[in-house]
């Protein structure tokens, strides 16, 4: 029975970790796990093709839809999402409608109980505003870079955001510039915009840089890292391309990639290739439980990616005292300034990026100042789960007590 003392809410998304390895949408699992006591929340979300015990977790519960056979739920919860998976299987399209009517049939079942459904994704908050409609459930949506880039391109996905906003009560935006993208695009729904981006774990700060100290001494081959599913966008190829130049120069490294996805095999080739097979070593999914055992061990993280919303990945290297050489691109020019909390090089350009990681390659004092202001940015903006996770139940209140006075 729902505790009559709390807020029920509904958090709908199609990324989410339905087992202890899987990374998909583990930001918003932080989330739900740091929304204040008060709260009750009930996770909604695809099933997938394998069997997930889906049990009350310590701060949330989680019910999950079918849409079809199981051997043939993969649309979701997969490395690049629903996007990488029609593009993988175009077969997969015929599920679609079936998988929103699943969905939107899902959503409208548990937000019958609840005092809010919390959408993440413009074409969520679709659904989820249809169901709100019905119920006289509000509604919010979490936007993301995906949801602004998609809808540049395509005259689907500006209609699908469009009426997301029509729909949703308030729309958080992760970055800045998906704040200002759509401020600017639809002006009139600008009073329900709010930037509130997302935070880091605290086990991040807590990594010990006393034992890398002691390895730096043992091994003197810088310790690369870099997180992310293995899809073009990631720009993980550059990354090889780069570290094979700076072999020719001979230079010692190790790199390691925590992610999976369709690119391995090509990836693998690529490392072979470019002659550093021996030097790159893919770690495939992990648990999140472990991801700061391995910033722990890292001198440089690397992220490569061609567009993303506000990366989680730079705030936990962030967080963990690591430095950081990222892609000039919205979202990360947010958190990395050049020269202050780290590098910089343009998307694409493996010769850039060689430059850059050769810059720090050699220079420990430079990369613990670009270490200690990246974790001073974390702790000055507040930039923590628990703090977003507060600001979260606010929202929720105002827009909840909004409705109230509506319906009177």
Known sequence: MPNPDSLQVAVLTTSFPLEPTSTSGIFVQRLVQNLPSCIDAIVVTPCASKL?????????????????????????????????????????????????????????????????????WSVNGLVAG??????????????????????????????????????????????????????????????????????VDQSFLKISHCDKSIQSKNNSALQILTIGSLIPRKGIKDIIEALGLIKEQGSTFEFKIIGAGAEEDNLKQLAISS????????????????????????????????????????????????????????????LIKENITGLLFTPGDASNLAKQINRVKDDQAFRHELAQRGKELILGKGLLWPNVGVQYAEIYNQVILGNDKDRV
């Open 275 to 334: 002659g550093i097979s021996d030097q790159v070593h893919f770690l495939g999914n992990i648990s999140p439980q472990e991801i700061p055992h391995h910033f722990a061990k890292a001198d440089l993280f690397v992220l490569a990616s061609y567009s993303e919303g506000r990366p989680n990945v730079i705030l936990e290297s962030l967080a963990a005292g690591v430095p950081v050489i990222a892609t000039q691109i919205d979202g990360v020019i947010e």
């Open 130 to 199: 249809m169901a709100g409609i019905i119920t006289g459930t509000p509604v919010i949506t979490t936007l993301r870079g995906a949801d602004v880039t998609k809808a540049e391109k395509s005259k689907l996905y500006e209609i699908i955001l469009r009426l997301c906003l029509c729909l949703s009560k308030k729309l958080i935006a992760v970055s800045e510039a998906i704040y200002n993208q759509l401020a600017n695009d639809f002006p009139e729904h600008i009073d329900k915009l709010v930037f509130l981006p997302n935070g």
């Open 52 to 120: 997930a015990s889906l049990v009350k977790i310590t701060r949330y519960k989680t019910t999950c839809f079918k849409y079809a056979p199981r051997t043939w739920q993969v649309l979701a919860h997969e490395p690049g999402g629903i996007p990488v998976a029609l593009r993988r299987r175009k077969a997969l399209i015929l599920l679609l409608p079936v998988f929103l009517g699943a969905m939107f049939i899902a959503c409208l079942r548990v937000s019958r109980t609840c005092n809010l459904i919390h959408a993440n």
